[in-house]
């Protein structure tokens, strides 16, 4: 879950699901009554991949969608585009970067640093769709030193330049990213 939206339908999932007792929903984790057999948490894993989610299993996938929280967090906050991410997820998650790094690539297929860097994307395209900021201020926000640097980075993942998709871009919903 990376958005209020995604808390949202995940509680309306979830309450859906007889002999299981919600008692809260919140970015990145359900807490419900009691330990449910497992035949429940296959059905509620069935119904939650149909809206584009999946229970997690493992404690390496728990690590991995604790991560994506965190990133989804400092990429709405401008001061959090220029922390140090890798002492910020060893602080929070207490274990080494490097422990991190490779549970995250192994489960997702890419680093942390390519992960991050597609919300910092996903960010921009917002903020460019939305109109209300010039380039500059943009590239102040997402944590780029100029907006040569945001230019060239937003085109090496789009294809396309930051004016060229402000005319007729569309956003990858988060869960996508």
């Known amino acids: 879950m990376v958005c209020r939206h995604c808390v949202a ?3 309306e999932v979830t309450s859906r699901i007889q002999l299981l007792n919600l008692l809260g929903v919140e970015l990145g984790s359900v807490t419900v009554e009691g330990n449910p057999a497992d035949v ?14 999946e229970v997690i299993r493992s404690r390496e996938e728990e690590i991995v969608s604790e991560i994506k929280v965190k990133l989804l967090e400092l990429s709405r906050d401008g001061e959090g585009m220029r922390a140090d991410i890798a002492a ?6 207490h274990m ?15 680093t942390i640093e390519n992960y991050f ?6 960010r921009i395209k ?3 769709l939305d109109g209300q900021m010039p ?5 102040f926000v997402t944590g780029f030193s100029s907006v040569p640097h945001l230019s060239t980075r937003f085109k090496q993942a789009t294809g396309m330049t930051p004016t ?6 569309v956003r990858k919903p988060l869960p996508d990213v």
């Not at 380039?135 to 590239?139: D, G, P, V, Y």
């Not at 060229?164 to 871009?169: A, D, K, V």
């Open 164 to 169: 060229q998709f402000r005319e007729i871009g």
């Open 117 to 122: 860097t597609a919300l910092r994307i996903e």
């Open 135 to 139: 380039l500059s201020e943009i590239a």
């Open 40 to 53: 429940v948490i296959d059905q509620l894993d069935a119904e939650l991949r149909k809206e584009g989610f």
């Open 9 to 11: 339908k995940v509680a």
């Open 88 to 93: 910020l997820l060893q602080d929070s998650l």
């Open 96 to 110: 080494s970067y490097r422990n991190l790094s490779r549970i995250f690539a192994s489960t997702e297929g890419r």
């Open 126 to 128: 917002e903020l460019l």
